[in-house]
């Protein structure tokens, strides 16, 4: 399921880029999905861009201080 905090679009790929991204992310414990953004952002980067990173939210939510605090 796509995350709600990202964009999502169609991609039209010749079948032979695509094979080779499915096999460099298998290579790498990838999904299709993160090795295209991976690929993106190093190109990117090779142009002296650094988009800014919106961290994945996982885990648990952090506790309110005081929380376990008897009444």
């Known amino acids: 399921m796509a995350s709600p905090d990202k964009k999502s679009f169609a991609l039209r790929l010749d079948p032979a880029l695509w094979a080779e991204i499915e096999r460099l992310a298998a290579q790498e ?14 190109a990117l980067a090779r142009r ?24």
């Open 48 to 71: 002296g861009i650094k988009p800014e990173l919106n961290p994945a939210k996982r885990g648990r939510p952090m506790k309110d201080p005081g929380e376990d605090e008897a009444p």
């Open 29 to 42: 414990l990838r999904s299709a999905n993160a090795q295209i953004e991976y690929l993106l952002r190093e």
